[in-house]
């Protein structure tokens, strides 16, 4: 549930300042440049770091054990940012940036760095984090699940921007809100390209007030979101519509963030995309076909997502007697290859229109053994009535937590409540991770396998699986982890 393409000011080391390159080159101060330093090591964003007359200096495009001449862009009280101006040993696993936007735009961290050393970074800057903040050491790393290092991006939301009479279509720079108009992108799926040079082409053309674009692929065909401010013809709905004939592709329009979606001719938008998932269940291959509203979470890499699934069969080995509860279902992502399996499988889910999404994909795939509720899953007073009142969650022998980035805190509170003999945690952010972890272990659960999934390549974002088992000892941490 990442949004990379979004500027961000967080804190801790991810700290991104919002006066950086571009206003101190404006200014009449000239960039403070500095050689020689030595990159120690990498930042939770990507970033190198070097250590200059005390103070910690997070520096772009640089690796450890490089040594590298900068400029600084950002100077607080006990940090600096810079840019690598020259870099003078280069690091044997340096490798050269596959898209000609990548020095400017915000979308990706790292396509300088191999793919493998990212994945490797990942995972061992995860395990400190659990090891340093959570004091949590897993018995079993997981492989890393991996995806594809380019074009693997199944939704990509561009904005729109006007500059002197040219509509300009694409992501973010770096540390800024001005925009790169993109002729290319090496993360998103090849069917946009064509697509973004023909939505172009039409802004162009036509300058109807729009504010993004969001393209979305599925198995049978794409989709294309056009969020406007203003009213937009019918003419020059038409217009883009002859423009798109060629493409197996859907085109729906959107007043405002939050309002339904229509199409061309104004009908309201059916949920028209899939995507398809296969198992092998007792030496036979199940297909799985999930219907989803252009709207609707899904994940935005579909090779990680059947691996993922996968592996979170193989770590819950659900039986024929066993019982499920999947809490953020979303459309049954979960769900309904537990249900393969398993007894009964139970999925929950804030969103009304994906909870009614998945009952009918469950449906659909003739999934008979599962049931679906809508509830506030960050609301104590849902929770704790949700909990009391259903029969199915009271007896659960597993559970699923696939939350969003706030992660699922009261949940684990909570836990007692429910009682399941393992739970599996699927995160989008490790640091929401280790804190429900930590409630995890206070409530006498082991973090058995724990692994990370490279979703999103070329970018610093980890996401990571964990198995929790029920102990009835309290939970004695391994003294070193073992990789299996």
């Given at each position: 549930m990442v949004h990379f393409f979004k500027p961000k000011n967080n804190k801790s080391e991810r700290i991104r300042a919002s006066s950086t390159t571009n206003k101190l080159a404006a200014s009449k101060t000239p960039l403070k440049k500095v050689e020689q330093l030595l990159i120690t090591r990498l930042s939770d964003d990507g970033r190198g770091i070097a250590t200059l007359n005390g103070k910690t200096v997070f520096i772009e495009n640089a690796l450890p054990n490089e040594i590298v001449d900068v400029t600084f862009t950002n100077e607080k009280s006990n940090f600096c940012e810079a840019f690598a101006n020259t870099i003078k040993n280069k690091s044997s696993h340096r490798c050269l940036p596959k898209c000609r936007h990548y020095d400017v735009c915000g979308g990706c961290h790292l396509q300088h760095l191999t793919l493998k050393e990212q994945q490797d970074f990942k995972l061992q800057n995860v395990l400190s984090r659990l090891m340093h903040v959570g004091k949590i050491v897993p018995d079993n790393i997981l492989p890393t699940i991996t995806g594809g290092d380019y074009y693997y991006r199944q939704r990509v939301r561009l904005s729109v921007v006007q500059l002197n009479n040219k509509i300009l279509l694409g992501f973010r720079k770096k540390n800024s809100k001005a925009l790169v108009d993109i002729n290319e992108c090496a993360v998103m799926a090849e069917p946009f390209f064509q697509l973004s040079i023909l939505i172009r082409d039409w802004l162009n053309e036509y300058k109807p007030s729009v504010s993004h674009v969001e393209l979305i692929n599925g198995d049978n065909h794409s989709g294309v979101i056009i969020r406007h401010i203003q009213p937009i013809s019918i003419i020059?709905?038409?217009?883009?519509?002859?423009?798109?004939?060629?493409?197996?592709?859907?085109?729906?329009?959107?007043?405002?963030?939050?309002?339904?979606?229509?199409?061309?001719?104004?009908?309201?938008?059916?949920?028209?995309?899939?995507?398809?998932?296969?198992?092998?269940?007792?030496?036979?291959?199940?297909?799985?076909?999930?219907?989803?509203?252009?709207?609707?979470?899904?994940?935005?890499?579909?090779?990680?997502?059947?691996?993922?699934?996968?592996?979170?069969?193989?770590?819950?080995?659900?039986?024929?007697?066993?019982?499920?509860?999947?809490?953020?279902?979303?459309?049954?992502?979960?769900?309904?290859?537990?249900?393969?399996?398993?007894?009964?499988?139970?999925?929950?889910?804030?969103?009304?229109?994906?909870?009614?999404?998945?009952?009918?994909?469950?449906?659909?795939?003739?999934?008979?053994?599962?049931?679906?509720?809508?509830?506030?899953?960050?609301?104590?007073?849902?929770?704790?009535?949700?909990?009391?009142?259903?029969?199915?969650?009271?007896?659960?022998?597993?559970?699923?937590?696939?939350?969003?980035?706030?992660?699922?805190?009261?949940?684990?509170?909570?836990?007692?409540?429910?009682?399941?003999?393992?739970?599996?945690?699927?995160?989008?952010?490790?640091?929401?991770?280790?804190?429900?972890?930590?409630?995890?272990?206070?409530?006498?659960?082991?973090?058995?396998?724990?692994?990370?999934?490279?979703?999103?390549?070329?970018?610093?974002?980890?996401?990571?699986?964990?198995?929790?088992?029920?102990?009835?000892?309290?939970?004695?941490?391994?003294?070193?982890?073992?990789?299996?």
């Open positions: 020059t709905r038409k217009a883009l519509s002859e423009l798109l004939k060629s493409f197996e592709v859907t085109c729906w329009f959107q007043p405002n963030k939050g309002e339904a979606l229509t199409t061309i001719e104004g009908k309201i938008c059916e949920p028209l995309l899939n995507y398809t998932l296969k198992f092998l269940i007792d030496h036979t291959t199940k297909q799985l076909i999930y219907s989803f509203h252009p709207q609707d979470f899904i994940q935005a890499n579909a090779i990680v997502n059947q691996k993922m699934i996968d592996q979170a069969l193989a770590l819950l080995q659900p039986k024929a007697n066993e019982i499920f509860l999947d809490l953020f279902c979303g459309v049954g992502n979960f769900t309904l290859a537990l249900s393969l399996t398993a007894k009964y499988v139970f999925g929950i889910e804030g969103s009304k229109k994906m909870v009614s999404q998945a009952a009918s994909n469950s449906l659909s795939n003739a999934c008979n053994n599962t049931g679906f509720k809508q509830a506030d899953l960050f609301d104590p007073q849902e929770v704790e009535k949700l909990i009391d009142s259903e029969d199915n969650i009271k007896t659960v022998d597993g559970i699923i937590l696939d939350p969003p980035r706030a992660g699922a805190k009261l949940i684990c509170q909570n836990i007692k409540k429910l009682s399941p003999n393992r739970i599996l945690y699927i995160s989008c952010d490790p640091n929401t991770f280790i804190r429900d972890a930590q409630l995890l272990i206070d409530n006498n659960y082991t973090l058995k396998d724990f692994g990370v999934m490279d979703m999103f390549a070329q970018t610093y974002h980890s996401e990571v699986m964990g198995l929790f088992v029920y102990n009835s000892q309290s939970y004695i941490k391994s003294p070193k982890a073992k990789i299996i």
